[in-house]
């Protein structure tokens, strides 16, 4: 059985399976991802909730894991050099494919158009949605200037017309589904958490609501998006 004492935040939460991938996370769309990821190849993990609150992400002990102080996070206990421990959403997600050898394409020109929406994801859709949210759901809908919310609605709506248009005509962004899908959807379903639907025109799209729903029915992702649970 793999030793884990050398990884501090397991000192915080102990794995009871240490043979079996450890996942640091909360149900967030970055840490949906992952867990979704998992469920869908079949690998086997242990999730540990980790909050979002100043005293789980900014301890010493995630800290030691994830010095960008974010979930999620994972130690994999049976990496290809020995244990490893990885952050970074889109980093472990291309980790997981490759060490399931699924979802990540049959060439090397799929492995690369995967990639390419991933980091369209990471880069772009992340970011810009989150900002979004900021300032339409947070703090930031207290600030007078409408400058800022403008440009990120604008953004997100641009966004999601790249989105709309590379869909037609295909259940998916790169063809077979991915691991840019698994970053992709939960992304555009936080549209609904910020309220901003309506903002963003997502009733008019012609394809982007077929396709969040379709990868939330799929069964793997429907047990993943709550995982770890969020407290009751």
């Known amino acids: 059985m793999a030793d884990l004492s050398t990884f501090p935040i397991t000192q915080r939460w102990p794995a009871k399976d240490p043979s079996v991938i450890q996942l640091y996370s909360f149900p967030t769309p970055n840490g949906v991802k992952v867990s979704i990821a998992l469920e869908e190849m079949g690998l086997p993990y242990e999730p540990h909730l ?14 030691s ?18 244990p490893i421990g990885l952050f970074e959403s889109g980093a472990i997600l291309l980790y ?8 990540l394409g049959q060439t090397a020109s799929d492995k690369a158009k995967i990639t390419q929406w991933l980091m369209f994801q990471m880069g772009g859709l992340g970011p810009m949605l989150g900002q979004m949210g900021f300032f339409y759901k947070f703090a930031g809908k207290e600030i007078d200037d409408p ?22 005509g295909q259940d998916w962004i790169a063809g077979a589904y991915s691991i840019a899908d698994m970053a ?13 639907k309506d903002v963003v025109g ?18 793997a992702v429907a047990k993943a998006r709550n995982i770890p649970p969020r407290p009751e």
């Open 50 to 63: 980790v909050t979002l609150s100043d005293a789980d992400v900014k301890s010493p002990a995630f800290l």
């Open 65 to 82: 894991l994830n010095p960008n102080n974010k979930i999620p996070a994972i130690i994999d206990p049976n990496g290809p050099d020995g």
């Open 96 to 103: 997981l494919a490759e060490k399931s050898g699924q979802f």
């Open 147 to 168: 400058r800022p919310r403008e440009r990120y609605r604008d953004e997100a709506i641009r966004l999601l017309s790249v989105l709309d248009n590379a869909l037609d």
């Open 184 to 196: 992709i959807a939960p992304w555009i379903n936080a549209l609904e958490f910020y309220g901003t």
């Open 202 to 219: 997502y009733h008019d799209l012609k394809n982007v609501p077929a396709y969040v729903t379709r990868f939330f029915d799929r069964p």
